[in-house]
């Protein structure tokens, strides 16, 4: 691995770096916020402030309008957004449709992508990925699949309930996996308008971080016709692979600018506040942590550089993947809570940003994959390699 940024890409570094100072950051207050996420008015905004900055959806293709990232280029830029919670969203790079957009580009058809990719990298469009159920269907374990679809003429007909969809409330479209009658799984693409689809309700959640909350979906004889397979038929589980490990990625990418953001915050107020006859940060307690806190930033930002270079080199990375998205969700908890800790009374208020990513910070333990889970996996993996 070559640790040196080319030229090109520090520029791009740094021109996201002053977009969010700029144009992001003092949007933070606005009222346009709920508890399940940034009205659909904000995020225009946000987008329109980054397609002027030319900083649109950088991840997609050129051939679609984005500027190409490579995995290495992403871990840069995206967490340079992450320095916001709006950042995700004005440059249009928020789960789920950054992993969404990811998917598409390799598996979507022609017809497809100009149908609901090309709206979705620019911005005008919003979806939503329809995978996680309610016991006893499908979790942390997409074995448990229960959401059926069935073949019907030329059509298939989708029936079942998914929870803690992100992005429900206002998506165009939704991709769902559902399970054949062979037992296999299959990715399908509906307007999330049609008859057959109902938004039940918003879950109330820790994080209000994302566009649209967390939603219930009901299916009920949803009629999908075959055209719009997204696809292979029973491939279902082996795309999940291909959108799953980079996005668990760029997850670890956005949240490690979140705790950057609170680390600073901590920093600066260690500086400045006197007790007891000298400075926080010349306090050993205090100092020690702020040290942990560079110390872990380090590393994950090590981690995830590794593993977009893994991915990079045409590797699926899925060993990884699950690594990094264990060592960095525990780190960056790690650092947002020293932060809270440093900050005290005002850790635990709304007089600086870090409550809000302590509160928005804690799901990310659990998010594509607890590390329960990835742990599991990546026993498996050892135990059955061969040396």
Same mark, same amino acid.
């Given at each position: 691995?070559?640790?040196?940024?080319?030229?090109?890409?520090?520029?791009?570094?740094?021109?996201?770096? =002053?977009?969010?100072? #700029?144009?992001?950051?003092?949007l933070e207050g606005d009222a346009r916020q709920t508890s399940h996420g940034i009205t659909e008015s904000?995020?225009?905004?946000?987008?329109?402030?980054?397609?002027?900055?030319?900083?649109?959806?950088?991840?997609?293709?050129?051939?679609?309008?984005?500027?190409?990232?490579?995995?290495?280029?992403?871990?840069?830029?995206?967490?340079?957004?992450?320095?916001?919670?709006?950042?995700?969203?004005?440059?249009?790079?928020?789960?789920?449709?950054?992993?969404?957009?990811?998917?598409?580009?390799?598996?979507?058809?022609?017809?497809?992508?100009?149908?609901?990719?090309?709206?979705?990298?620019?911005?005008?469009?919003?979806?939503?990925?329809?995978?996680?159920?309610?016991?006893?269907?499908?979790g942390a374990d997409p074995s448990m699949l229960k959401t059926t679809a069935v073949r019907d003429g #030329? #059509?298939?007909?989708?029936?079942?309930?998914?929870?803690?969809?992100?992005?429900?409330?206002?998506?165009?479209?939704?991709?769902?996996?559902?399970?054949?009658?062979?037992?296999?799984?299959?990715?399908?693409? %509906?307007?999330?308008?049609?008859?057959?689809?109902?938004?039940?309700?918003?879950?109330?959640?820790?994080?209000?971080?994302?566009?649209?909350?967390?939603?219930?979906?009901?299916?009920?004889?949803?009629?999908?016709?075959?055209?719009?397979?997204?696809?292979?038929?029973?491939?279902?589980? =082996?795309?999940?692979?291909?959108?799953?490990?980079?996005?668990?990625?760029?997850?670890?990418?956005?949240?490690?600018?979140?705790?950057?953001?609170?680390?600073?915050?901590?920093?600066?107020?260690?500086?400045?506040?006197?007790?007891?006859?000298?400075?926080?940060?010349?306090?050993?307690?205090?100092?020690?942590?702020?040290?942990?806190?560079?110390?872990?930033?380090?590393?994950?930002?090590? %981690?995830?550089?590794?593993?977009?270079?893994?991915?990079?080199?045409?590797?699926?990375?899925?060993?990884?993947?699950?690594?990094?998205?264990?060592?960095?969700?525990?780190?960056?908890?790690?650092?947002?809570?020293? %932060?809270?800790?440093?900050?005290?009374?005002?850790?635990?208020? %709304?007089?600086?940003?870090?409550?809000?990513?302590?509160?928005?910070?804690?799901?990310?333990?659990?998010?594509?994959?607890?590390?329960?889970?990835?742990?599991?996996?990546?026993?498996?993996?050892?135990?059955?390699?061969?040396?």
């Open positions: 691995m070559d640790f040196s940024l080319s030229p090109r890409l520090l520029d791009l570094q740094q021109r996201t770096r =002053r977009f969010i100072l #700029d144009d992001v950051i003092p904000l995020r225009e905004e946000l987008v329109s402030r980054a397609r002027a900055a030319g900083l649109l959806t950088p991840h997609a293709s050129t051939e679609l309008g984005g500027l190409g990232l490579t995995h290495i280029e992403k871990a840069i830029v995206f967490e340079e957004a992450g320095y916001s919670h709006l950042g995700p969203a004005a440059l249009n790079i928020h789960a789920p449709d950054e992993g969404n957009i990811h998917l598409m580009e390799v598996v979507a058809t022609h017809a497809q992508k100009e149908r609901w990719l090309k709206p979705l990298v620019e911005g005008r469009a919003r979806s939503c990925f329809a995978m996680t159920e309610p016991a006893p269907g499908a #030329d #059509d298939y007909l989708i029936n079942g309930t998914k929870w803690f969809i992100t992005g429900a409330e206002g998506a165009s479209f939704a991709i769902i996996m559902a399970k054949m009658e062979d037992g296999s799984a299959t990715m399908f693409l %509906s307007d999330m308008d049609k008859p057959g689809i109902r938004l039940e309700r918003l879950m109330d959640s820790l994080d209000t971080a994302f566009a649209g909350g967390h939603g219930v979906l009901h299916f009920e004889n949803l009629r999908v016709p075959a055209s719009d397979v997204l696809g292979e038929i029973g491939k279902g589980f =082996r795309y999940a692979q291909v959108r799953l490990a980079p996005a668990r990625l760029t997850h670890c990418m956005r949240w490690l600018g979140q705790a950057r953001r609170a680390h600073d915050t901590a920093l600066a107020y260690a500086r400045e506040r006197e007790a007891f006859g000298k400075t926080l940060g010349e306090h050993q307690g205090v100092g020690f942590q702020l040290a942990d806190n560079e110390l872990d930033i380090q590393s994950s930002r090590l %981690s995830i550089w590794h593993t977009a270079w893994v991915l990079d080199q045409g590797h699926k990375g899925n060993l990884e993947s699950s690594m990094s998205k264990v060592a960095v969700s525990e780190a960056v908890w790690r650092i947002v809570d020293r %932060s809270v800790q440093i900050l005290g009374g005002r850790g635990v208020t %709304s007089e600086t940003v870090v409550m809000r990513i302590f509160r928005d910070i804690r799901s990310f333990r659990i998010y594509d994959g607890p590390s329960e889970v990835h742990r599991h996996s990546i026993a498996r993996k050892l135990l059955a390699a061969q040396h």
